[in-house]
């Protein structure tokens, strides 16, 4: 995830990280996965095709993990209006072991 959105984020109060920033661009989606877990954090992704099975394969396993956020690529403006909508939504306890589309959080009075 951009930086600049990781960044926004911390902006608002929360705890965000990139992947770049600690060094993890180059791990694998599954890679990606485990650290999030391990380090009890919620994961935010463009690339569904890859984290939509590893959710399906840790839902199989009853493997906990903070949630898995998917969206499309936007612009950072558009994504931290659609996570904070998130945040708003559900408490850190609302995303464990959820998969969620950030496209369900579009506000409908804002144009993107």
């Known amino acids: ?16 990280i990139s992947a770049r920033e600690i060094g993890n661009d180059e791990l694998e989606d599954y ?4 650290f999030a877990i391990a380090e009890q954090r919620a994961i935010l992704t463009h690339n569904s095709q890859h984290f939509r099975p590893l ?19 936007l612009n950072v403006g558009v994504l931290l ?26 506000q409908k009075f804002c144009k993107e």
């Not at 890679?31 to 485990?34: G, V």
């Not at 399906?56 to 690529?73: A, F, L, P």
């Not at 209006?81 to 579009?106: C, P, Q, W």
């Open 31 to 34: 890679e990606q996965l485990e």
């Open 55 to 73: 959710y399906d394969e840790c839902w199989k396993k009853k493997r906990n993990h903070c949630g898995i956020i998917v969206s499309e690529q």
């Open 81 to 106: 209006r659609r996570i904070l909508v998130l945040f708003d939504t559900f408490s850190a306890d609302g995303l464990v072991n959820m998969y969620y589309d950030l496209g369900e959080f579009k």
């Open 1 to 16: 995830m951009d930086r600049d959105l990781a960044a926004a984020i911390r902006e608002q109060g929360f705890d965000a």
